[in-house]
Structures are given as C-alpha cells and as structure tokens.
Nanobody, 124 residues
Framework: QVHLVENGGGLVQAGGSLRLSCGAS????????MGWFRQAPGKEREFVAA????????DYADSVKGRFTISRGNAKNTVYLQMNILNPEDTAVYYC?????????????????WGQGTQVTVSS
C-alpha cells in the first residue's frame, strides 16, 4: 500500500506556472504507474497525465499536451506535474494517483490509491 500527499497548489494568474509534487510513503511510487487527475466544480474527475514506473513513458490529456510535464524525482518516490501557460480552465482540485496496472491507464477506476488533492486556481 502507498500513501500519497500532494503539494504545490495555489493561486496563479493566467499564463503563469505551478509545479505540483506528489510524495509517496509506504511502498515507493516507483512500484506503481502514477497519474495526475483533476476535478473542477460540477465536473467529473478527468485524466491529466501519467508516467510509467521507469519514467520512460508518459501520457497526457489533449487539453494539457505541450503545457504540462509529468516526471519522477531522482529518488523515484516523488512525482511532479509542471504546469505552464495556465489558463482559467485549468482551475480544479488536482489529485495524484497510483495504479497497479502495467500499461498506460487513463480511467480513474484503474487507479488504486489517491491523494487528498491540492487546489489550483488560475485567475484571468
């Protein structure tokens, strides 16, 4: 089992950047396929990005391609989401998640463990 904690959310102006981090305790995050999701008020939770155990493969939602980058820390117990060129549509609670799957997964039910979420607010 793994316990996930997100950090790095906050308020930023449109066009700005934020970096979210997800720290894992218990089993290391390198034992899992890791993903980031987000949920805006009144909307369903949606896939944002994911990274393989080795860090060699990444996957992104079309809405964030070219703006967001998911990566693993050197110790591989931390996963990051670098978010650039933010716009108000990116406003949401962002969640880190861990999956036992061995392939690229974008569906929330395929993830086994979740963090508590961190709020990202982008002002126009």
């Amino acid at each position: 089992q793994v316990h996930l904690v997100e950090n790095g959310g906050g308020l930023v102006q449109a066009g700005g950047s934020l970096r979210l981090s997800c720290g894992a305790s218990g089993r290391t995050s390198s034992s899992y396929y890791m993903g980031w999701f987000r949920q805006a008020p009144g909307k369903e939770r949606e896939f944002v990005a994911a990274i393989s155990r080795s860090g060699g493969s990444t996957d992104y939602a079309d809405s964030v391609k070219g703006r967001f980058t998911i990566s693993r820390g050197n110790a591989k117990n931390t996963v990051y989401l670098q978010m650039n060129i933010l716009n108000p549509e990116d406003t949401a609670v962002y969640y880190c998640a861990a999956s036992l799957a061995f392939r690229a997964v974008q569906a929330a039910p395929d993830y086994n463990y979740w963090g508590q979420g961190t709020q990202v607010t982008v002002s126009s």
